[in-house]
């Protein structure tokens, strides 16, 4: 199918939708194509697409055609393994696939007045222009959308009474989404088109002084008593959405059932939301007016604290390690059933880059866990292909960063 003939038919679709043509439109149907076509290519290269811009016409903009603008980084180095494995932390885009690093984080903890501590987390957020990371050092969390054009971020000081829409292209927050409940966390739906926003009475990141934690030769504040309140589920175009309370249950001896930090996120079809469990059943979900549901089928066999997921088909789930502390095997199991059918190299699953290959981290051989690195997995394969440099083991360190993956 051609570009312009491709483009004409989701334009079809979306006013079957009802919904409003976004003015990026054109550039988002050419971004999904590319996206399924490398979800598509298993092991292959991609030729990097050097085409001129189509103005298309849409209707309901007001003008007679789109100007496409400038492509992002993302899209532009289209190659199926964009890899800098003597990089750490990166400085130029990693992908993988239709995933690509979007952005990372390093954390560290700074000593409050009263004696708390508040993990705090310094973002390097990939620049669309330039195809490098650069420091955000303005904003305290961020989720970056599918097709990598947007993030919503908060700033300094959670929880935080306001949701940033960050123009990835430009760098500047073209829209505000005011809260009446403070937000910690926030994390786009699988299409983009939602957000669910994750509401707590205090900063979810401090820790207490009253609650220490020790390693026998120091002692540190330790983690809070968990202040969540509930979540939105907000429209990303209008900003419109309904907050739901949740209540946050306690065991026999008085402990919650979440962490401090416990944040809620989409399904793998995005009907609904979840949030991880300290016990038994582990994950709870909800729709989007608050109402307790049963865990969707192809999920019951997930844990919050693996990050994979599902695979895009939906079909496969990331598992845990198979082996001790030290292990470079991990499982992937059937989504229904929850029996493994294969078990691959990598420390820990972070995100898949198609049906078959997932990004991991990866420890040094001879090395501790800690010591390990961004790798590219395949199901069936023992190969591993790195695509950054080592993490440093130190825990306190610049080098321990923490990625951010989006759909490319």
């Keep these: 199918m051609k570009v312009a003939d491709l483009v004409r038919e ?15 439109f054109a550039g988002r149907v050419l971004a999904a194509r590319r996206r399924r076509r490398a979800r598509t290519t298993v092991g292959a290269s991609l030729a990097v697409v050097t085409a001129t811009v189509v103005a298309v016409a849409a209707p309901g903009l007001g ?29 130029e885009l990693i992908a993988a696939g239709g995933t690509a690093l979007a952005a990372y984080s390093t ?9 708390d501590a508040v993990v705090t987390r310094t973002y390097r957020l990939l620049d669309q222009k330039t195809g490098t990371y650069r420091e955000a050092p303005r904003w305290s969390w961020l989720d970056v959308a599918p097709g ?9 000081g959670l929880p935080a009474k306001r949701i940033g829409l960050l123009n990835l292209m430009t760098g500047k927050v073209e829209r505000w989404i005011p809260v009446d409940h403070g937000v910690g966390g926030v994390e786009f739906s699988p299409d983009g088109r939602k957000l669910v926003a994750t509401t707590y009475a205090k900063d979810p990141d401090r820790l207490d002084k009253d609650r220490p934690m020790s390693d026998g030769k120091h002692e540190e504040p ?5 202040s969540r309140t509930g979540f939105y589920v907000l429209d990303v ?14 065991g026999e001896f008085g402990i919650a059932d979440i962490n401090t930090r416990q944040d809620f996120a989409f399904s793998h079809d995005g009907s609904l939301v ?12 909800y729709d989007y007016e608050g109402r307790e549901r049963s865990t969707p089928a192809k999920e019951k066999h997930l844990r919050w604290f693996v990050d994979g997921g599902l695979s895009p088909n939906g079909k ?3 598992g845990d390690f198979a082996g001790g502390a030290n292990t470079t095997a991990t499982e992937i199991n059937d989504a229904l059933t929850g029996k493994r059918v294969a078990k691959i190299p990598g420390q820990q699953l972070l995100a898949w880059a198609d049906d078959k290959r997932l990004i991991a981290w990866d420890i040094a051989p001879g090395t501790s866990e800690y010591r390990n690195r961004l790798v590219l997995v395949t199901i069936g394969s023992k190969k591993t292909v790195p695509l950054s440099g080592y993490r440093s083991p130190k825990a306190d360190s610049e080098g321990r960063w923490t990625p951010v993956f989006a759909d490319r």
């Design 148 to 156: 990598m054009r947007t993030a919503a971020v908060l700033e300094r």
């Design 63 to 91: 003008q007679d055609s789109v100007d496409d603008g400038p492509r992002p980084a993302s899209e532009l180095r289209s190659g199926d393994v964009l890899a800098h494995p003597g990089q750490t932390p990166p400085r």
């Design 10 to 24: 989701s334009l079809r679709e979306q006013a079957d939708q009802e919904g409003p043509v976004p003015g990026d």
């Design 316 to 318: 496969l789930a990331a």
């Design 107 to 115: 954390n560290k903890r700074v000593k409050q007045p009263d004696g």
């Design 237 to 250: 175009a209008s900003g419109e959405g309904s907050w739901s309370k949740v209540k946050t249950e306690t």
């Design 274 to 285: 979840y949030t991880g469990l300290t016990s038994a059943p582990h994950q709870q979900y």
């Design 222 to 226: 330790g983690p809070a008593d968990p």
